[in-house]
Protein backbone atom coordinates (compact mmCIF):
# COMPACT_ATOMS: atom_id res chain seq x y z
CA UNK A 1 0.00 0.00 0.00
CA UNK A 2 1.20 3.67 -0.71
CA UNK A 3 1.22 6.23 1.63
CA UNK A 4 -0.09 9.90 1.03
CA UNK A 5 0.33 13.20 2.25
CA UNK A 6 -3.04 14.68 0.84
CA UNK A 7 -4.65 18.65 1.46
CA UNK A 8 -7.66 18.96 3.73
CA UNK A 9 -9.10 22.17 3.23
CA UNK A 10 -10.39 24.84 4.79
CA UNK A 11 -12.64 23.47 7.30
CA UNK A 12 -15.85 21.67 5.97
CA UNK A 13 -15.09 23.72 2.79
CA UNK A 14 -16.02 20.74 0.51
CA UNK A 15 -19.30 20.18 1.69
CA UNK A 16 -20.63 24.38 1.56
CA UNK A 17 -20.74 26.95 -0.75
CA UNK A 18 -17.91 28.98 -1.65
CA UNK A 19 -16.88 32.33 -3.08
CA UNK A 20 -15.61 32.37 -5.27
CA UNK A 21 -17.80 28.93 -6.59
CA UNK A 22 -15.20 26.15 -7.43
CA UNK A 23 -12.57 27.43 -5.37
CA UNK A 24 -12.21 23.84 -3.90
CA UNK A 25 -13.42 21.40 -6.82
CA UNK A 26 -9.88 20.26 -7.71
CA UNK A 27 -8.95 19.54 -4.58
CA UNK A 28 -11.83 17.37 -3.88
CA UNK A 29 -11.54 16.00 -7.76
CA UNK A 30 -8.24 14.75 -6.18
CA UNK A 31 -9.69 13.23 -3.06
CA UNK A 32 -12.18 11.64 -4.92
CA UNK A 33 -9.84 9.91 -7.07
CA UNK A 34 -7.39 8.42 -4.73
CA UNK A 35 -9.06 5.13 -4.10
CA UNK A 36 -9.15 4.42 -7.89
CA UNK A 37 -5.01 4.03 -7.68
CA UNK A 38 -4.84 1.55 -4.96
CA UNK A 39 -3.48 -1.55 -5.54
CA UNK A 40 -6.44 -3.15 -3.24
CA UNK A 41 -9.21 -2.38 -1.45
CA UNK A 42 -7.71 -0.96 2.15
CA UNK A 43 -8.15 -3.31 5.30
CA UNK A 44 -7.96 -0.09 7.39
CA UNK A 45 -6.60 3.17 7.35
CA UNK A 46 -4.46 5.01 9.55
CA UNK A 47 -4.17 9.00 9.51
CA UNK A 48 -2.11 11.25 10.82
CA UNK A 49 -4.38 14.88 10.98
CA UNK A 50 -2.75 18.31 12.04
CA UNK A 51 -5.21 18.85 14.52
CA UNK A 52 -4.45 16.57 17.32
CA UNK A 53 -1.65 17.45 19.43
CA UNK A 54 -0.63 15.20 22.52
CA UNK A 55 2.96 15.57 24.25
CA UNK A 56 3.02 11.85 23.51
CA UNK A 57 1.83 9.92 20.11
CA UNK A 58 -1.59 9.01 21.05
CA UNK A 59 -4.11 6.57 18.84
CA UNK A 60 -7.97 6.91 19.00
CA UNK A 61 -9.11 3.27 20.39
CA UNK A 62 -13.11 3.82 20.28
CA UNK A 63 -15.54 1.52 18.67
CA UNK A 64 -17.29 3.59 16.85
CA UNK A 65 -15.30 6.67 16.95
CA UNK A 66 -17.59 10.03 17.07
CA UNK A 67 -16.76 13.48 15.59
CA UNK A 68 -15.28 16.34 17.01
CA UNK A 69 -16.16 19.48 14.77
CA UNK A 70 -13.25 21.64 15.46
CA UNK A 71 -14.25 24.37 13.10
CA UNK A 72 -16.26 27.36 13.82
CA UNK A 73 -17.61 30.19 12.11
CA UNK A 74 -19.46 27.51 9.18
CA UNK A 75 -22.82 27.16 8.03
CA UNK A 76 -25.02 24.86 10.71
CA UNK A 77 -25.55 22.28 8.39
CA UNK A 78 -21.68 21.35 8.77
CA UNK A 79 -22.45 20.20 12.26
CA UNK A 80 -24.60 17.87 11.14
CA UNK A 81 -22.21 16.29 8.57
CA UNK A 82 -21.46 12.38 9.41
CA UNK A 83 -18.61 9.78 9.09
CA UNK A 84 -19.54 6.88 10.42
CA UNK A 85 -16.38 4.89 10.02
CA UNK A 86 -15.98 2.08 12.75
CA UNK A 87 -12.51 2.21 14.62
CA UNK A 88 -10.56 -0.70 15.42
CA UNK A 89 -8.91 -0.36 18.58
CA UNK A 90 -7.08 -3.87 18.30
CA UNK A 91 -5.09 -1.70 15.44
CA UNK A 92 -4.38 1.27 17.54
CA UNK A 93 -3.06 -1.07 20.23
CA UNK A 94 -1.01 -2.98 17.58
CA UNK A 95 0.60 0.59 16.20
CA UNK A 96 0.99 1.84 20.00
CA UNK A 97 3.29 -1.24 20.54
CA UNK A 98 5.15 -0.48 17.21
CA UNK A 99 5.86 2.88 18.10
CA UNK A 100 6.80 1.88 22.08
CA UNK A 101 9.16 -0.80 20.61
CA UNK A 102 10.84 2.26 18.78
CA UNK A 103 11.39 4.00 21.85
CA UNK A 104 8.26 6.79 21.11
CA UNK A 105 5.76 6.42 24.14
CA UNK A 106 2.41 5.87 22.52
CA UNK A 107 -1.01 5.56 24.15
CA UNK A 108 -4.78 4.43 23.63
CA UNK A 109 -7.57 7.24 23.80
CA UNK A 110 -10.73 5.44 24.19
CA UNK A 111 -13.08 8.31 24.02
CA UNK A 112 -11.16 10.92 21.30
CA UNK A 113 -13.18 10.99 18.08
CA UNK A 114 -12.22 11.73 14.19
CA UNK A 115 -11.45 15.70 14.14
CA UNK A 116 -12.25 17.40 10.40
CA UNK A 117 -8.90 16.29 9.13
CA UNK A 118 -10.06 13.34 9.25
CA UNK A 119 -13.36 12.66 8.42
CA UNK A 120 -13.44 16.16 5.95
CA UNK A 121 -11.35 14.21 3.58
CA UNK A 122 -12.05 10.69 4.12
CA UNK A 123 -15.81 11.58 3.16
CA UNK A 124 -13.97 12.18 -0.17
CA UNK A 125 -11.61 9.31 -0.25
CA UNK A 126 -13.45 6.62 1.31
CA UNK A 127 -17.90 7.63 1.23
CA UNK A 128 -19.03 4.63 1.86
CA UNK A 129 -17.28 5.15 5.35
CA UNK A 130 -16.94 1.35 5.43
CA UNK A 131 -13.25 0.64 6.01
CA UNK A 132 -11.86 1.22 9.82
CA UNK A 133 -10.34 4.33 10.81
CA UNK A 134 -7.56 4.79 13.69
CA UNK A 135 -6.52 8.05 13.92
CA UNK A 136 -3.13 9.09 14.94
CA UNK A 137 -1.79 12.08 16.87
CA UNK A 138 1.07 14.30 16.37
CA UNK A 139 3.39 14.88 18.90
CA UNK A 140 3.43 18.39 20.37
CA UNK A 141 6.99 19.06 20.13
CA UNK A 142 6.54 18.78 16.13
CA UNK A 143 10.25 17.64 16.26
CA UNK A 144 10.40 16.26 12.45
CA UNK A 145 12.54 13.72 13.08
CA UNK A 146 10.44 12.18 15.34
CA UNK A 147 7.57 12.18 12.95
CA UNK A 148 9.70 10.43 10.43
CA UNK A 149 10.47 8.12 13.54
CA UNK A 150 6.90 7.15 14.18
CA UNK A 151 6.43 6.57 10.01
CA UNK A 152 9.20 4.01 10.27
CA UNK A 153 7.67 2.23 13.17
CA UNK A 154 4.25 1.52 11.23
CA UNK A 155 5.71 0.88 7.87
CA UNK A 156 5.47 -2.99 7.97
CA UNK A 157 1.18 -2.18 8.14
CA UNK A 158 1.69 -1.04 4.51
CA UNK A 159 2.21 -4.67 3.34
CA UNK A 160 -1.00 -5.75 5.73
CA UNK A 161 -3.34 -3.43 3.32
CA UNK A 162 -2.93 -0.96 5.85
CA UNK A 163 -3.75 3.19 3.74
CA UNK A 164 -1.32 5.73 5.73
CA UNK A 165 -2.58 9.15 4.85
CA UNK A 166 -1.01 12.38 6.25
CA UNK A 167 -3.78 15.09 6.21
CA UNK A 168 -2.90 18.63 6.41
CA UNK A 169 -1.01 21.48 3.97
CA UNK A 170 1.76 22.15 2.67
CA UNK A 171 1.55 25.97 3.18
CA UNK A 172 -0.28 26.92 5.63
CA UNK A 173 0.29 30.42 7.07
CA UNK A 174 -3.42 31.96 7.66
CA UNK A 175 -2.17 35.25 7.23
CA UNK A 176 -0.79 34.79 3.78
CA UNK A 177 -4.14 32.81 2.59
CA UNK A 178 -5.53 35.74 -0.40
CA UNK A 179 -2.76 37.77 -0.44
CA UNK A 180 -0.77 37.58 -3.93
CA UNK A 181 2.38 38.81 -1.78
CA UNK A 182 2.38 35.14 -0.58
CA UNK A 183 2.14 33.62 -3.98
CA UNK A 184 5.16 33.84 -5.32
CA UNK A 185 6.88 32.91 -1.52
CA UNK A 186 4.49 29.55 -1.46
CA UNK A 187 5.39 28.58 -4.82
CA UNK A 188 9.00 28.76 -4.40
CA UNK A 189 8.77 26.89 -0.65
CA UNK A 190 6.40 23.83 -2.57
CA UNK A 191 9.72 23.61 -5.69
CA UNK A 192 12.11 23.18 -2.53
CA UNK A 193 8.95 20.81 -0.65
CA UNK A 194 8.67 18.77 -3.92
CA UNK A 195 12.27 18.14 -4.91
CA UNK A 196 12.70 17.13 -1.04
CA UNK A 197 9.66 14.55 -1.63
CA UNK A 198 11.44 13.15 -4.57
CA UNK A 199 14.83 12.81 -3.31
CA UNK A 200 16.19 9.75 -2.66
CA UNK A 201 15.01 8.23 1.02
CA UNK A 202 17.86 9.00 2.80
CA UNK A 203 18.66 12.19 1.16
CA UNK A 204 14.84 12.96 1.50
CA UNK A 205 14.72 12.38 5.31
CA UNK A 206 17.46 14.24 5.50
CA UNK A 207 15.90 17.05 4.00
CA UNK A 208 12.49 16.92 5.86
CA UNK A 209 14.22 16.82 9.43
CA UNK A 210 15.76 19.95 8.39
CA UNK A 211 12.62 21.60 6.18
CA UNK A 212 12.98 24.78 8.71
CA UNK A 213 15.95 25.98 6.24
CA UNK A 214 13.96 25.95 3.07
CA UNK A 215 13.17 29.30 1.12
CA UNK A 216 10.46 30.54 2.76
CA UNK A 217 9.81 27.79 5.34
CA UNK A 218 8.99 30.14 7.76
CA UNK A 219 6.29 32.17 5.52
CA UNK A 220 4.53 28.78 4.56
CA UNK A 221 4.44 27.44 8.23
CA UNK A 222 5.06 29.99 10.71
CA UNK A 223 7.08 29.02 13.79
CA UNK A 224 5.35 26.69 16.32
CA UNK A 225 2.46 26.45 13.77
CA UNK A 226 3.74 24.09 11.44
CA UNK A 227 1.14 21.08 12.67
CA UNK A 228 0.20 21.04 9.13
CA UNK A 229 3.01 19.99 7.94
CA UNK A 230 4.56 17.62 10.49
CA UNK A 231 1.86 14.89 9.11
CA UNK A 232 3.96 14.51 6.25
CA UNK A 233 6.99 13.82 7.71
CA UNK A 234 5.04 10.19 9.16
CA UNK A 235 4.05 9.66 5.99
CA UNK A 236 7.64 9.66 3.85
CA UNK A 237 8.51 7.99 7.16
CA UNK A 238 6.03 5.13 6.61
CA UNK A 239 7.14 4.81 2.92
CA UNK A 240 10.98 3.77 3.97
CA UNK A 241 12.64 3.09 0.51
CA UNK A 242 9.99 3.71 -1.64
CA UNK A 243 10.24 6.81 -3.63
CA UNK A 244 7.76 10.00 -3.49
CA UNK A 245 6.07 12.35 -5.82
CA UNK A 246 3.58 15.00 -6.45
CA UNK A 247 0.34 13.66 -7.13
CA UNK A 248 -1.67 17.07 -6.98
CA UNK A 249 -0.68 20.84 -7.29
CA UNK A 250 -2.65 23.95 -7.45
CA UNK A 251 -3.03 27.59 -6.76
CA UNK A 252 -5.71 28.06 -4.02
CA UNK A 253 -6.52 31.10 -2.28
CA UNK A 254 -3.22 32.59 -3.88
CA UNK A 255 -0.95 29.67 -2.40
CA UNK A 256 0.42 26.81 -3.91
CA UNK A 257 -1.15 23.72 -1.83
CA UNK A 258 0.63 19.84 -3.32
CA UNK A 259 -0.47 16.29 -2.12
CA UNK A 260 3.23 13.75 -2.28
CA UNK A 261 2.26 10.30 -2.24
CA UNK A 262 5.16 7.22 -1.50
CA UNK A 263 5.13 4.00 -3.27
Request: charge should be negative; proline fraction near 10%.
Amino acid sequence: MPTFFIPHGAGPCFFMDWNPPGTWDRMAGFLEGIAVTLPERPRAVVVVSGHWLERDFALTGHASPPLVYDYSGFPAHTYELRYPAPGDPALAARIAGLLGDAGLPASVDLARGFDHGVFIPLKLVIPAADIPVVQLSLRRDLDPAAHIQAGRALAALRDEGVLILGSGMSFHNMRGYGDARYTPMSARFDEWLTAAVEAPPTERDALLRDWSGAPHARDSHPPGAEEHLLPLMVAAGAAGDAPGRKVYSEEVMKTTLSAFRFG
